[in-house]
């Protein structure tokens, strides 16, 4: 049981390339998240899924998109990288939410990202 | 849209001394409110978190962490700290009426604590 994995741990990219960043989680859960961590501004949201097929924005959409074609896998991308996103990224899973239930987002251990 | 204020960004503290971080919230409604820590160059784990019930909850590692509605506040304590503990600590709310988990975090705070 290898909980959230994400793929690559780290990468450098140059301003205007792409890529895509990968996330798996075996735990079955149905919701997806993806984090942006930068330095004094804790965790932000960019993009997170409810369930396959389904995505929606969070607080820094912006620059990103995702897609989950699986229910295992969310995937996040950056079709022209700027310096602006130089950051670490964090994925994690859920649970769907019950109402009074406080699910718990499990997070894989991040993808460091360098944009020059 | 809510927010998580937590007030300090650094803590330097003494092993045995008692350690106090602050979070405050701002949302009238139900939350769902959580601690999660990061130790250096690991991901973020939970802590403790509080959905319901009691008010003081205990949570991994002999911490502890009160919800009180009144000052909208859930406040991370632990009585004596150990080098070990030395982390990034974050708060995080889930509202919810949002009908969804997703979490917004305070800015963190990160705690040192000398042998």
């Known amino acids: 049981n290898a909980g959230v994995t994400q793929t690559p741990k780290f990468r450098v990219l140059k301003t205007g390339q792409s890529m895509t960043l990968l996330c798996a989680q075996d735990m079955n859960h149905e919701y997806m998240y993806w984090y942006r961590q930068d330095p004094g501004m804790g965790l932000r949201l960019i993009h997170y899924?409810?369930?396959?097929?389904?995505?929606a924005k969070g607080e820094v959409p912006d620059g990103y998109n995702v897609s989950r074609l699986k229910k295992q896998n969310f995937l996040l991308g950056l079709e022209s990288a700027a310096p602006s996103q130089t950051s670490v990224y964090f994925c994690?899973?859920?649970?769907?939410?019950?109402?009074?239930?406080?699910?718990?987002?499990?997070f894989g251990p991040g993808t460091r990202l360098l944009v020059l | 849209a809510q927010s998580v204020s937590q007030h300090n960004h650094h803590v330097i503290l003494s092993e045995a001394a008692s350690l106090e971080l602050g979070c405050n919230y701002s949302?009238?409604?139900?939350?769902?409110l959580f601690w999660y820590v990061q130790y250096p160059g690991q991901h973020l784990q939970l802590l403790l978190k509080y959905f319901s019930g009691d008010p003081l909850v205990k949570g991994i590692k002999g911490f502890e962490a009160e919800f009180i509605k009144s000052k909208f506040s859930f406040n991370l304590r632990k009585p004596s700290v150990q080098w070990s503990d030395t982390a990034e600590y974050f708060c995080a709310v889930n509202p919810e009426n949002s009908g969804y988990s997703t979490l917004t975090f305070g800015k963190g705070t990160m705690l040192l604590v000398s042998p």
């Open positions: 899924s409810v369930g396959e097929g389904t995505t």
């Open positions: 949302y009238g409604g139900t939350v769902n």
């Open positions: 994690a899973s859920s649970m769907r939410f019950r109402r009074g239930g406080g699910e718990t987002q499990y």
